[in-house]
């Protein structure tokens, strides 16, 4: 999980959530705080940048971990790359990368690197639903004794 989930203003922090989600019977694979962590940077970048994952909390056997990437990491422009590695005590590590618009999980850490999940970012001007806008002040446009009633 992604917040925010589409493109992100400069400015924003983007937070990452991750878990087991697991369901049903059987081996709900134990993820370890130690040796998870998110991985990211901006499109043409060549190295990736390490941040924790962070013991978020366990509902009955899901376990979910979280990371954020700090406000002002990235500007106008800039497409943000990440991928997860994500380390067991009782499985091999695994990588969490992009497929389309659904996650997928391989053990190959290149292959995470080269089909990572993608965040373009937008200009400040544009709102979450799409195209500019502009703010201004309300009081020259109003009259004076506003609202009509206390005139």
């Known amino acids: 999980m992604r917040d925010p989930v589409g493109a ?9 959530v991750t878990g087991n ?37 366990a509902i009955d056997n899901n376990k979910y971990f979280s990371a954020s ?23 091999d590590t695994t990588f969490l990368t992009a497929t389309g618009d659904t996650s997928a999980t391989t053990a190959d850490e290149a292959t ?15 709102k979450a639903r799409g195209g500019p806008f502009l703010t201004f002040p309300m009081w020259p446009f109003m009259p004076m004794c506003y609202p009509r009633a206390a005139c």
């Open 112 to 126: 995470a690197q080269a089909a990572p999940f993608t965040l373009p970012s937008k200009t400040a001007l544009e």
């Open 69 to 91: 990437l700090p406000a002002g990491t990235f500007k106008t422009g800039d497409v943000v790359q990440y991928y997860l590695r994500i380390a067991y005590d009782d499985h």
């Open 8 to 16: 992100v203003v400069p400015g924003t922090a983007i937070n990452i």
């Open 21 to 57: 989600q697991f369901q049903g019977g059987g081996n709900a694979r134990n993820q370890l705080q130690t040796g998870s962590v998110l991985f990211f940077k901006r499109a043409g970048d060549t190295s990736w940048t390490p941040i924790p994952l962070i013991f978020l909390r």
